[in-house]
């Protein structure tokens, strides 16, 4: 009856250091998942506050057909633009 109960004692130690093992595994993942998405979100909310476009001069070219709008513009933010097809501008009224 000793020897049975040893091996129980050992086939219940090892089922929970199986099961603590799989938790602990789980809880990691659980938590770099959270992190890269936290990380992912606060990247994306420190591009936005990077950038920043002044507008110096804007007109319309009524000479040709049709017209055309001119606008210069000025990158004065932190982060350069490097693919202006990412870029809408819209016009309409000032104010």
């Known amino acids: 009856?000793?020897?049975?109960?040893?091996?129980?004692e050992v086939v219940l130690?090892?089922?929970s250091v199986v099961l603590a093992s799989g938790f602990s595994a789980q809880a990691i993942y659980a938590?770099?998942?959270?992190?890269s998405n936290i990380i992912q979100t606060i990247d994306t909310s420190k591009r936005d506050l990077n950038t920043r476009i002044n507008i110096g001069y804007a007109t319309v070219n009524e000479t040709?057909?049709?017209?055309?709008f001119i606008i210069y513009a000025k990158n004065t933010g932190?982060?350069?633009?490097?693919?202006?097809?990412?870029i809408d501008v819209y016009v309409g009224e000032y104010g």
């Open 13 to 15: 130690l090892i089922a």
């Open 31 to 35: 938590g770099l998942s959270l992190q």
């Open 64 to 68: 040709t057909t049709p017209r055309h």
């Open 78 to 86: 932190l982060m350069p633009i490097v693919d202006f097809s990412v």
């Open 1 to 8: 009856m000793g020897f049975s109960t040893t091996v129980s």
